[in-house]
Nanobody, 116 residues
Framework: QVQLVESGGGLVQPGGSLRLSCAAS????????MGWYRQAPGKGRESVTT???????KYADSVKGRVAISRDSSKNIVYLQMNSLKPEDTGIYYC??????????WGQGTQVTVSS
């Protein structure tokens, strides 16, 4: 089992920045890919970015050039640095992990609100 705990959400003005963190615990040795997903009000959950065990990254077109995912394996933490935030980035951000048996784990989510 893997447990994920997100932190770092909040209210930020358009154009601002936030860094989200996701701390993993439990069977961390079994974690493969990790990522961030978000769910805007009234919409489904969508992938924002993922990072593989080897550090390969993928980004949604809507956030390319504005966000960066990184992974500190020594601390079992994944970060999401978000810059030039837009109101449409508002939503609940969830950390995700997939283990080597392809089981999926989710954090509880952290709210990000971009508004003036």
């Amino acid at each position: 089992q893997v447990q994920l705990v997100e932190s770092g959400g909040g209210l930020v003005q358009p154009g601002g920045s936030l860094r989200l963190s996701c701390a993993a615990s439990g069977s961390i040795f079994s974690i493969g890919d990790m990522g961030w997903y978000r769910q805007a009000p009234g919409k489904g959950r969508e992938s924002v970015t993922t990072i593989s065990r080897g550090g390969n990254t993928k980004y949604a077109d809507s956030v390319k050039g504005r966000v960066a995912i990184s992974r500190d394996s020594s601390k079992n933490i994944v970060y999401l640095q978000m810059n030039s935030l837009k109101p449409e980035d508002t939503g609940i951000y969830y950390c995700n992990a997939v283990d080597l048996m392809w089981r999926t784990y989710w954090g509880q989510g952290t709210q990000v609100t971009v508004s003036s």
